[in-house]
Every structure is written in structure tokens, then in C-alpha cells.
């Protein structure tokens, strides 16, 4: 879904084949890239398309002159996206179905627009929005001295309106967010590749202009080379002397205005000299880059502790120490959420729970918050849950700075972070088979994370105590005293209190948070359910619990080892040796020798996109807690598991049809045509010039119709 800057890449050469529409009225590669574009990223590829609805409309109501030319070409280019939507329906169908089952999406349409139309610059996006458009000062200085200097404004009427809608984003923020589909997530202006695209390419047809005014002063490759490296020396040093001003980030925005009117002067010079001074051009060209880069990317453009490169490189140092350890469908987990970015998982190359694409089911989280594991937003975090749920989910390795109970856990590694973080890497002591036996009369129904961990214990093994007893006699204004006997698990859950700290035998207990790994205030981001106090063995511990607000919701859980211990075995001994699992692209197969017919628990996520297949005979996969439910008989089992995403088929069938259309269309539209098509030509001007419109009205009139009114009416 964020993949941006492969169709920043990607935007040349789709541009190439729109041209090569109006040039020589050849469609293949445009309707090439197009494809690419929606196959590569759905998302971004909506913003794409928007901006080629207004660039052709804008193309065909100023440089067109012919009327028949104009239907024509809204014909190519209408036909053109509507076969490539066709031929990429396999993939995008599926993905728009995901994205409208996420909970990301939870809205109508209707309030969606309302929304956003109704929306102003927070601080943290203007914060981030406003970079982005630096180094474009030579563009820009280029644009303005031409106007200034040649006053030919008027033959550029469509490129000039097309910079000025795709800037307006950068003022009116319900029009910047309706381009984002109503949600930026902390990420504005992801279309500023397109802004950049459009004023650099206008920078150079105004630039062929300035061309013929100019004699060119021809050094060569030399003092190109020359200009380059001068530029890049001065930039580095003037960069090391700017570190040593004191509180830096405070003067950024000065220090980046004062270099942007340096080069601004810089290349006015050089515009009003007598002869072109193109390795001054250059000098000035990566002086800005590399500086601006270094201000405003290189030291973290996302201040946030999620994206800081340094986990990135902790994910790669913890991978090399799970080479080979894992199996498939085993999952890892940071316990700790010390390393604060979700998707270390990806980067390890390894299966979690943890998870940040923004387009997870919607179901998902209610499920898991319910089992007791964390939840932020539309992240779905490996944080939280017992030792039980751990070892049903296949989580058989932990990650995790502080020490670890020994009741529970073996340590098989650790290794230094490039963050200075100590990890220490764990093999679970309790572990399940893939398969499991499950009661079908069972449902969670219930908030009480306790008794859904008893729920789903006594409905996986045939042990019908209770794993988990809730401790009810806490003390809010004084110490709590257990003396526990036997191996116990502490669990501490709170509803309806925030900031509480928890104190252990007077220690405070962390719980990081993605702004503060060393947090210690309950809930945090990425700890804001269960939480465990720690492992004990006939041992006195003391707790005390400070800044509670709401007593009724403080929950303090003891879960039995011993109890766990006898649940697992029970599992083990039903299942030891009897089942063979291989895994592929799109699903898996169990092989597997049953003692009674019944139905089994497999650790994979629910979806309705779940086939299944019993020994040849199709197979009803049902829903359990949030994940697959298969009915299987006794003796000897295939089971053959298949996931198709839902749209895919009929996805198929329109990429099918569209590729044979666009064989069709191809073949034909070289041909000339006479008037039999002007009907069809002259109704897709007509679609095509009322989508551009309609967007003109509900992008930008109306949000900026109420952006003044929010400046003007209600202040006054």
C-alpha cells in the first residue's frame, strides 16, 4: 500500500505513453504502464489517474483546437484506463475488497467528503507537509524568470492551471485529504511526486525557450565534474558547521528558507548573464539537494521512534540470529515492543502477529483484544496475550530486552542493537502443534480477558480447570501482598484508568510505547492490554498499583504453570508424530492420523476466502475465536486448505475479457475510422470533461469555499 516512490518511477514512463497518444495516437504503452501502475500500488495509483483526468482535460481544452480531436482523444485515453483497469482486475479487485473490509474504512462516502472537506492542518501533518516540496528551486526560478522575462504566460495556460491545482493541496487541507481517500495516516502529500513531476516538467519546455536566448558557455564533462563535487564539499561542510548550532531544529525552517533564496539569487545570476553558466547551474543544483536533503530526510523526517533506521538495522541484527531456527507457520514475538517498529516481522522474513499495512481485516483486532493481545489503530501488535495463546498461535520465539522467566523460557541468543539495545532471543518451553482438537459449542462472548483465556483453554485440552483465576482482593491505596505458592503467572489488565505506574517488589514495571521505549505509565501505545508481571515460584511479591482512577477496572490475574503444563502434555500426547505439514503460495496441507472424528483448531486468521478439502470431499471451514475451524474424521486425513481471495475469480474473468478487448482495440485503433465512431468519440469528451469538472467542483470548490469560511466567518 505505501510503496510511493516505485510509481514515482514508474511516472516517466507513463507519461511517455500518454504522449506518444497525442502524438502519434498510439495507446500500447500507456495502456502498459497503467496496468503496471495498478498492479504495483491501488492506492496510489487513484491519485495517479486523477491527476491524468485533469492533465487531459486541461490538455484538451487548451491545446486542442479541432472538436472531432478532442472527442477522439478522450476517446484513446478513456478506453485506454478502462482496458488497463480491466486487465489488472485479478489483483486490484481483491485489494479494493481487503481495503473496504479494514478498519481503515469504516465510514460512508457521504462522511467521508464531509469530513474532509471540513478539515484543517493539524500541526504534526503541517509539520510534514511542508517539506515536501523542497529542491525545486531551480523549476520554480526557471518558471518565474521566464514569466518576468519573456511575459508568455498565455501560451502555457494548461500547464500553468494543472501546477496550480496540484499546489493548491499544500493550502486547502480537505482538498489534500480528499485525495488521499479522506485519510493521510500521518502521511501528507503522498502525491508530491506528481507536483514535482508537473513544475520540473514545465521547468523544461519553459527552458528550451530560454535556450535559444542564450549562448552557451561549453566547459565539458570536466567542470561539470568539477561543479558536482564542489557542490557536494561545500554542502557537507556547511552541514557540519550547522550541527554545531545549538538547538538546530529550532532554526530548520530559517535555515532552509536562507539556502533556498541563496540558490535562488544564485540561478536569477546566472539566467541574466550573458552566456548560459550551466556548471554554475550545477554547483547551485547539488549544494541544494545535498543540504536540504541532509536538514530536512537525512535526520529523521518522521521524528518518530517507529521509523527511526535504527530498528531497521535490529530487525536485520535479529535475523541473522533466528537463521534456520524457525519452521513454517512458527511465529516470533517482541514481548516487550522494545523494538518499536511493527513490522520487524517483514524484515526478519519471519511469521508474527504483529502487523502495520493498514488494510488487515477489520476483524481481526476486536478478536485478538479479546484473547488479550494490544491493539493501536489499525496496527495489529504481538504485544500482550498469556503464554497459553502464545503456544496455541505457534509463537515458540521471543524477543525481548529484559530477562525472561525461566519457568517459561530458554534463552538460545542475544546480541547488541544498533539502537543500544541488549535483545535477548528465547525458545518457549511450552509449545502446541500446529493441530489442536476444539469444542464446537464454545463461543467468546465475554470482555473478561481472564475468563476467555479459561474459554479457550478448557475448549482446546481435556483439562476443565480453570488456567487463569483472577485475584479480586487488590488494594488501591496501599501495598497488595501475595504469597503465592507453585509456579504462577502474573497478568495485570486495567479499563477505564490511564498513566497507571506498577510497582513490583518496588520496581516500576516498563511498558514501551512507540514514543518512549522506557515508558512506564500504563496503557502505552503499543502495551495497552494484558500485560505480564512476571513468572514466580513460592515466592512473597509485593504490588503496588499508583494513579488509579477506576478501581472496578484494575484486573490482576495468577495463571498455574503446573495447570498449563498439563493442558500442553494432553495436546501433545494426542497429536505427537501423527501430522505432517507442507505449506505453499496459497495454502497448506495437513497430513494427519485422528483417534476420533471431531473438528481441529489451526492457528491461520479466519477469512471467507478459506476453501477446504477432506480426503477429496469438500469441506466446510468455519469461524473459531477468529481462526480456521476444519471438521475432520477418524483415521487417516488430507486436508487440503486453499486460500482465494474474495473477487479474485471474478477478477479473472474481467482480466481475461480486457485482455482481448485491448487486443481488439489495439488492432483497430490505427485504423482510420471515418464518422462511423464520432457518436462513441463525442460521448466519452462528454464522461470525460464531466468527471474532470465534478472533480473540479468536489476537490476544490467546495473545500475551499470552506476553508474561507473557516477563516473569515468563524474567527470573526
Keep these: 500500500l505505501m510503496f510511493v516512490m516505485d510509481m514515482a518511477f514508474l511516472l516517466p514512463l507513463l507519461m511517455i505513453g500518454y504522449d506518444q497518444i497525442f502524438d502519434k495516437k498510439k495507446c500500447g504503452l500507456f495502456i502498459l504502464m497503467c496496468t503496471v501502475c495498478l498492479i504495483e500500488n491501488v492506492y496510489i495509483s ?137 485519510s493521510r495516516v500521518w502521511w501528507p502529500i503522498r502525491f508530491a511526486f506528481l507536483m514535482s513531476f508537473a513544475i520540473i516538467d514545465f521547468s523544461i519546455r519553459l527552458w528550451q525557450n530560454m535556450n535559444d536566448s542564450f549562448s552557451e558557455n561549453k566547459r565539458g564533462w570536466s567542470g561539470y565534474l568539477s561543479a558536482t563535487i564542489i557542490g557536494a564539499l561545500c554542502s557537507r561542510g556547511l552541514y557540519l558547521i550547522f550541527l554545531r548550532i545549538k538547538g ?46 541532509h536538514l530536512c530526510i537525512a535526520p529523521n523526517l518522521y521524528n518518530t521512534n517507529e521509523y527511526f533506521v535504527e530498528y531497521l538495522k535490529d530487525s536485520q541484527i535479529l535475523k541473522n540470529s533466528l537463521m ?12 516487550d515492543g522494545k523494538i518499536a517498529n511493527v513490522n520487524y516481522s517483514l524484515i526478519l522474513g519471519e511469521e508474527s502477529l504483529a502487523n502495520y499495512i493498514h488494510v488487515i481485516g477489520g476483524a481481526f483486532q476486536p478478536v485478538l483484544r479479546e484473547w488479550g493481545y494490544s491493539t493501536h489503530w489499525t496496527r495489529l501488535l504481538d504485544t500482550g496475550g498469556t503464554v497459553f495463546t502464545d503456544a496455541l498461535l505457534g509463537v515458540n520465539y521471543v524477543i525481548n530486552e529484559s530477562e525472561l522467566s525461566n519457568l517459561l523460557y530458554n534463552k538460545i541468543s542475544e546480541c547488541e542493537g544498533g539502537s543500544g539495545i541488549h535483545y535477548n532471543i528465547y525458545k518457549t518451553k511450552y509449545n502446541i502443534p500446529f493441530v489442536t482438537y476444539i469444542k464446537d459449542d464454545i463461543n467468546i462472548l465475554s470482555n473478561d480477558i481472564f475468563e476467555n483465556q479459561n474459554v479457550l483453554f478448557k475448549a482446546t485440552t481435556n483439562v476443565q480447570e480453570n488456567i487463569i483465576d483472577e485475584y479480586k482482593d487488590i488494594k488501591m491505596n496501599e501495598s497488595t501482598i501475595l504469597t503465592l505458592e507453585g509456579k504462577k503467572i502474573l497478568y495485570f489488565y486495567g479499563q477505564g484508568n490511564e498513566n497507571v505506574v506498577i510497582k513490583i ?212
Design 248 to 293: 538546530i531544529d529550532t532554526y530548520k525552517e530559517l535555515l532552509c528558507m536562507i539556502v533556498t533564496c541563496f540558490c535562488g539569487i544564485g540561478y536569477y545570476i546566472v539566467f541574466n548573464s550573458k552566456k548560459m553558466q550551466q556548471n554554475m547551474m550545477i554547483f547551485l543544483l547539488i549544494f541544494e539537494v545535498s543540504l536540504m536533503s
Design 324 to 335: 534456520n531456527k524457525t519452521r513454517p507457520f512458527e511465529r516470533v514475538k517482541n514481548s
Design 505 to 716: 517488589n518496588g520496581e516500576d514495571i516498563e511498558i514501551p510505547g512507540k514514543e518512549n521505549i522506557h515508558n512506564v505509565k500504563y496503557p502505552s501505545s503499543f502495551n495497552n492490554n494484558l500485560i505480564c508481571l512476571g513468572g514466580y515460584e513460592n515466592q512473597r511479591v509485593v504490588i503496588d498499583l499508583l494513579n488509579v482512577q477506576n478501581a472496578d477496572g484494575i484486573h490482576l490475574g495468577l495463571l498455574d504453570v503446573e495447570t498449563l503444563g498439563r493442558g500442553i502434555d494432553c495436546i501433545n500426547r494426542e497429536w505427537q508424530g501423527n501430522v505432517k505439514v507442507n505449506r505453499n503460495n496459497t495454502g497448506v496441507q495437513i497430513e494427519l492420523d485422528s483417534n476420533k472424528d471431531g473438528d481441529i483448531f489451526l492457528p491461520i486468521f479466519y477469512d471467507k476466502g478459506w476453501r477446504g478439502n477432506i480426503n477429496g470431499s469438500e469441506a466446510e471451514i468455519e469461524n473459531a475465536f477468529g481462526f480456521l475451524k476444519v471438521p475432520i474424521q477418524q483415521g487417516e486425513n488430507i486436508v487440503q486448505l486453499k486460500y482465494i481471495p474474495p473477487g479474485k475469480r471474478t477478477g479473472l474473468i474481467i482480466t481475461i475479457v480486457g485482455i482481448l478487448i485491448c487486443a481488439v482495440f489495439l488492432i483497430r485503433c490505427n485504423r482510420q475510422h471515418g464518422r462511423k465512431l464520432n457518436y462513441v468519440y463525442h460521448v466519452s469528451y462528454f464522461i470525460l470533461m464531466a468527471l474532470f469538472y465534478g472533480i473540479i467542483i468536489l476537490f476544490y470548490v467546495v473545500p475551499v469555499i470552506k476553508y474561507f469560511e473557516r477563516l473569515f466567518i468563524f474567527k470573526s
Design 46 to 182: 487513484a491519485m495517479v489517474f486523477l491527476f491524468l483526468l485533469i492533465k487531459s482535460a486541461l490538455h484538451l481544452i487548451f491545446l486542442t483546437e479541432r472538436e472531432e480531436e478532442k472527442w477522439e482523444y478522450a476517446f484513446l485515453i478513456g478506453m485506454s484506463v478502462a482496458i488497463s483497469i480491466m486487465i489488472s482486475m485479478i489483483i486490484i479487485l481483491p485489494a479494493i475488497f481487503a481495503i473496504s473490509k479494514s478498519s481503515r474504512v469504516q465510514k460512508s462516502f457521504l462522511d467521508i467528503y464531509l469530513q474532509a472537506v471540513n478539515s484543517s492542518w493539524s500541526k504534526s501533518d503541517w509539520n510534514m507537509a511542508k517539506y515536501m516540496l523542497i529542491n525545486l528551486t531551480l523549476p520554480f526560478a526557471v518558471c518565474f524568470y521566464n514569466f518576468i522575462k519573456f511575459k508568455n504566460s498565455k501560451y502555457y495556460k494548461e500547464r500553468i492551471i494543472l501546477v496550480i491545482l496540484l499546489l493548491l493541496p499544500m493550502v486547502i487541507s480537505g482538498t489534500e485529504l480528499l485525495w488521499h481517500g479522506g
